[in-house]
């Protein structure tokens, strides 16, 4: 799994494409939850198209790996959740 690398000061949008290889044909996503471990990292907005979600974080520990989690439900009732990693550094 690729690691993306975040200053403990940078505010940056991470997006999950779920339109290639997992959203069928007319499919779209009707709502998306992000989940952020351990909790010193926030989340300062998020949203969605029809087929990626995106979600802007901010703060974290120098030296620490995050998982940011998307969950989200189609239009067809389907639900999924996938995963990064984020580790802070000072840059």
Do not use: F
């Given at each position: 799994m690729k690691v993306y690398?975040?200053?403990p000061d940078a505010m940056l949008d991470y997006t999950m494409d779920w339109g290639g290889g997992y959203l069928q044909s007319?499919?779209?996503i009707s709502?998306?939850?992000w989940t952020?471990?351990?909790g010193d990292m926030t989340q300062s907005a998020a949203g969605n198209?029809?087929?990626d979600c995106t979600v802007t974080v901010q703060g974290g520990i120098s030296g620490h790996i995050y998982q940011l989690t998307n969950r989200i439900t189609t239009s067809?009732?389907?639900t999924d959740e996938r995963s990064?990693?984020?580790r802070v550094e000072q840059r």
């Open positions: 690398l975040k200053d007319g499919e779209t709502s998306s939850i952020i471990i351990p198209t029809a087929s067809q009732g389907r990064i990693s984020v």
